[in-house]
């Protein structure tokens, strides 16, 4: 079953306005992802936070952690028709036999923007 | 190429019928990945191989999946027998990294449809 679960399931919002998704999450992690995906392609990487980190930023990305509520959110400020696309987030489990990590992906949130 | 490459990209397969699905990570990569994607739903973890060996099958659906990495480069999934409910993407991911994963690298995917 998959790690994590996004909310809203979809958002639609005017261009130039912000969208935010949120990420629930089940098990301690080392780290949290989020992945972009266009329809009918891969995923790809956005911005990676820590465990011990609270927010971070990446151009017109905001993410925020919460461990003890084991939640995350993605903020996309002044957002552009070309951000439509769907949004997932990804935890680390540890596989505790060789130190490895696999990646578990929540349901993901589709976002679209109108121009 | 530099990126995830899996082929085929699109695949229509008679039910009953065997199928492979290849994926060539980028060079050098040490992990991989497998997942399986529904229409409109998140990556589903499948696989993960470090270098040649397979180290969790937890996310194979059934004896019917199985997949290799022989010389710790290409990779195949392999069903068998398939039936209408494999119907889905396949993703392939691949990172350098083999302890925590900070970014996984997508193919576009192969979509299988079980006819």
């Known amino acids: 079953s998959q790690q994590g679960e996004e909310d809203p399931q979809a958002l639609s919002i005017q261009e130039g306005e912000n969208a935010t998704m949120n990420c629930s999450y089940k098990?301690?992690?080392?780290?949290l992802q989020w992945y972009r995906q266009n329809s009918g392609r891969g995923l790809v990487h956005l911005i990676l936070i820590r465990s011990n980190e609270r927010e971070k930023h990446s151009g017109r990305l905001r993410v925020t952690l919460d461990t003890s509520k084991k939640s995350s959110s993605l903020l996309i400020t002044a957002s552009r028709a070309a951000d439509t696309a769907s949004y997932f987030c990804?935890?680390?489990?540890?596989?505790?036999?060789?130190?490895?990590?696999?990646?578990?992906f929540g349901t993901g949130t589709r976002l679209t923007v109108i121009p | 190429g530099a990126g995830v490459s899996q082929s085929p990209r699109y695949k229509v397969a008679k039910r009953g019928q065997d199928v492979a699905l290849r994926c060539d990570p980028i060079?050098?990569?040490?992990?991989l990945f497998w997942y399986q994607q529904a229409l409109g739903q998140g990556p589903e973890f499948l696989t993960y191989f470090q270098n040649e060996a397979q180290l969790d099958k937890s996310g194979l659906p059934s004896d019917r999946f199985f997949a290799e990495r022989p010389e710790g480069s290409v990779s195949t999934l392999k069903i068998q027998r398939t039936q209408q409910e494999d119907s889905a993407v396949y993703l392939c991911?691949?990172?350098?990294?083999?302890?925590?994963?900070?970014?996984?690298?997508f193919g576009q995917g192969t979509r299988l449809t079980v006819v």
């Open positions: 991911a691949s990172s350098h990294q083999q302890g925590r994963i900070t970014e996984a690298f």
């Open positions: 990804a935890t680390d489990r540890r596989f505790d036999q060789t130190g490895a990590n696999n990646l578990f």
């Open positions: 060079s050098g990569h040490v992990s």
């Open positions: 098990t301690s992690i080392n780290n």
